[in-house]
């Protein structure tokens, strides 16, 4: 600044000396008035150019564009100019400094599991993440600004958001529901800001599921231990208060002994399925061989055959010798037993039962139990292997089953990465067979 005034003053000086040289004191003033207009007249230009340059500036919204008109500055202009350039320039850096902030910040929204829809204070949709569209059924641009009430028309979620309390959920049908498969989210609202809202989602749908299956499942083991049961109470209050003679009280206490080997076996299939929900996959370092667990199978199935039928099962065994699979024997062995014991307990007297091992041309190895047995209908087909679903549920309790055993089954087929396969047509007989991959299967040298 005093580099200009000092400028400015030499600027009159040497315009009043040369007018005085040249016209004395008339000279002097006539110097010192076209100092004055000079220096005004090259401000203007200067001022005019920095204008123009500020009005670049800001119809370019950035300075990029303009750094060739700077240099047309001089003097106190250009340091201006300079100056104002850093401002805006630090502006520029804080606002995209913000700007990724807030893209992070709408990144890891967009990343939640849960639908984020933030509404403004007449609930119109400011923006929404894919899970929410994907919930509601929104299309992120075209419904934005969009009463949310106009778009998710359930009655429910209309008086939740006109009642103002959201101290709980509220329960809407997901965009994705169908008759037969119902998607349901639970929705909560969170008051923020200038009666803004922020509207967080979340799809219940398996949960719930998990929940009723859970209550069924104790509804059903509840019924399971309730039978067996009341027989063995009712049983124990006779003994108590009759006087029985012997061969009654005999026949008593085996009728006793065959309920409580009932809930017995009913709580060792618990145990074994909340065994395999509940320890790791077994790895494929562990080696079991297949001609013991056969001959395992082999021994119990006859036994059961004798208990069972009175003319007996024709019971086959083949399998190729000197195989083993990688996994867990115990596992292996009441998965095979299962199928095999099944296999005796639903087939008719005199019935065929075939049981086989073998290892396929791609090297999977396949335990194959084949039974002339009554069959099951195609619409049984896929609940099998569902915890306590019987087709035949006298047959099942006559010969002492759970109802438990094909999961068990499935549970271990698909903790050794191997395939239950079922194959039934009604009154033709019923193949289960559990293939293994070829990594789990090997021969012994
Ligand atoms: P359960 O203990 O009742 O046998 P499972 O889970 O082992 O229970 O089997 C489920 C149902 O599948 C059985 O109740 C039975 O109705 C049917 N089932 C299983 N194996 C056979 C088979 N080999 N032949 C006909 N039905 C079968």
Redesign the pocket.
């Known amino acids: 600044m005093i580099y200009r005034w000092f400028l400015v003053f030499v600027c009159l000086c040497a315009g009043a000396s040369l007018g005085f040289l040249l016209a004395a004191t008339d000279g002097l003033i006539a110097g010192l008035f076209i100092a004055v207009t000079t220096c005004l007249a090259l401000d203007s230009i200067h001022l005019g150019r920095f204008l123009r340059w500020l009005r670049v500036v800001q119809s370019n919204d950035a300075l990029a564009a303009t750094p060739d008109l700077l240099p047309s500055l001089q003097g106190v202009w250009l340091d201006a100019g300079e100056r104002v350039r850093k401002i805006i320039r630090q502006q520029e850096r804080k606002l995209q400094d913000a700007q990724a902030r807030l893209d992070e910040f709408l990144a890891a929204m967009q990343a939640s599991p849960v639908g984020v829809v933030l509404l403004d204070a007449q609930d119109r949709i400011e923006w929404c993440n894919d899970m929410a569209t994907q919930h509601f059924g929104f299309d992120a641009r075209r419904d934005l600004l969009q009463h949310i009430t106009n778009l998710v028309r359930v009655p429910g979620f209309k008086a939740y958001m006109a009642s103002n309390d959201y101290s709980q959920d509220v329960l809407v049908a997901g965009s994705a529901s169908q008759p037969g498969r119902p998607v349901n989210l639970s929705v909560h609202a969170y008051a923020y800001g200038n009666e803004r809202k922020l509207l967080l989602s979340r799809d219940i749908t398996a949960v719930e599921l998990a929940e009723a299956m859970r209550r069924d499942f104790v509804a059903n083991v509840s019924h399971e231990i309730r039978t067996p049961l009341t027989v063995l109470s009712g049983f124990i209050e006779t003994l108590q208060t009759l006087p029985l003679d012997e061969p009654e009280r005999e026949r008593y206490l085996a009728l006793m002994a065959q309920q409580s080997q009932r809930m017995q076996t009913l709580v060792n299939d618990l145990l074994t399925l909340s065994k395999l929900e509940g320890s790791p996959q077994p790895g494929a370092n562990e080696w079991t061989p297949c001609d013991a667990l056969l001959a395992q199978c082999e021994q119990e199935a006859k036994a059961l055959s004798r208990l069972l039928a009175t003319q007996g099962h024709q019971l086959l065994f083949a399998a190729e010798k000197g195989w083993q699979i990688a996994g867990v024997q115990a596992e292996l062995f009441s998965a095979f037993s299962?199928l095999v014991t099944?296999?005796v307990?639903?087939t008719p007297d005199a019935g065929q039962i075939h049981v086989s091992w073998q290892v396929l041309a791609d090297g999977r190895g396949k335990f194959l139990v084949k039974?002339s047995?009554?069959?099951?209908a195609p619409e049984h087909l896929p609940r099998?292997t569902e915890r306590f679903?019987?087709?035949?549920r006298s047959r099942?309790r006559e010969t002492g089953?759970?109802?438990?055993?094909?999961?068990i089954v499935k549970h271990v087929a698909q903790r050794h990465n191997a395939e239950l396969n079922i194959e039934s047509v009604s009154g033709q007989g019923?193949s289960f067979s559990i293939t293994f991959p070829a990594a789990r299967v090997r021969k012994i040298l």
Not at 401 to 407: D, V
């Open positions: 299962n099944n296999a307990r639903y039974d047995g009554p069959g099951i099998l679903y019987r087709v035949d099942s089953g759970t109802g438990l055993g094909l999961a019923s």
